[in-house]
T-cell receptor
Framework: DTAVSQTPKYLVTQMGNDKSIKCEQN?????MYWYKQDSKKFLKIMFS???????INETVPNRFSPKSPDKAHLNLHINSLELGDSAVYFC?????????FGSGTQLSVL | DQQVKQNSPSLSVQEGRISILNCDYT??????FLWYKKYPAEGPTFLIS?????DKNEDGRFTVFLNKSAKHLSLHIVPSQPGDSAVYFC???????????FGTGTRLQVFP
């Protein structure tokens, strides 16, 4: 059983489009995250939600909107995609200060 | 301003020998440190952690050492195995937060 699963694994789209990435965790954790790994391999936090409430927003453009319908799900919606949004996006959940990551979504904006 | 630094982008070690991966940090407010391992096309997986009240933590072949005065930690893998070949990320967090600050990773290659 996959603990943190995100879909799709690959996403190729044109500039200006709107896309969503879904994430689900079956670990029973209260806190979930979105991280972004850019072309230089920096892995940086974007958002953190605790029990459906936004906790951390790391000055991400408001084209990025996370949505948490329940504590097991944290989806990421991106409006008006730009070339610079191309990256790998990782969903994660945490327990006792350890993060558990999904396998990533590689987003390519053409 | 990178608060967690891994200055060696890559490391190559022979199977059976010790692998030592290094990490430096700048913020003295960090109180918890972790190492993650990442294979291609997969997410990072938790390997081992250490609290700032300790200077060593061991789990099987993996040992993490923390030198607070030098703001330095290291991961020792002994003996190294080909399956250990991956990218290793160092991470740190502040008290009362789950937010992790990651280093840029070190690619370890273990050859036969």
């Amino acid at each position: 059983d996959t603990a943190v699963s995100q879909t799709p694994k690959y996403l190729v789209t044109q500039m200006g489009n709107d896309k969503s990435i879904k994430c689900e965790q079956n670990l029973g954790h209260d806190t979930m995250y979105w991280y972004k790994q850019d072309s230089k391999k920096f892995l940086k936090i974007m958002f953190s939600y605790n029990n459906k409430e936004l906790i951390i927003n790391e000055t991400v453009p408001n084209r990025f909107s996370p949505k948490s319908p329940d504590k097991a799900h944290l989806n990421l919606h991106i409006n008006s995609l730009e070339l610079g949004d191309s990256a790998v996006y990782f969903c994660a959940s945490s327990q006792e200060r350890k993060l558990f990551f999904g396998s990533g979504t590689q987003l390519s904006v053409l | 301003d990178q608060q967690v630094k891994q200055n060696s982008p890559s490391l190559s070690v022979q199977e059976g020998r010790i692998s030592i991966l290094n990490c430096d940090y700048t913020n003295s407010m960090f109180d918890y440190f972790l190492w993650y391992k990442k294979y291609p096309a997969e997410g990072p997986t938790f390997l081992i952690s250490i609290s700032s009240i300790k200077d060593k933590n061991e789990d099987g072949r993996f040992t993490v050492f923390l030198n607070k005065s030098a703001k330095h930690l290291s991961l020792h893998i002994v003996p190294s195995q080909p399956g250990d070949s991956a990218v290793y990320f160092c991470a740190a967090s502040y008290r009362n937060t789950d937010k992790l600050i990651f280093g840029t990773g070190t690619r370890l290659q273990v050859f036969p």
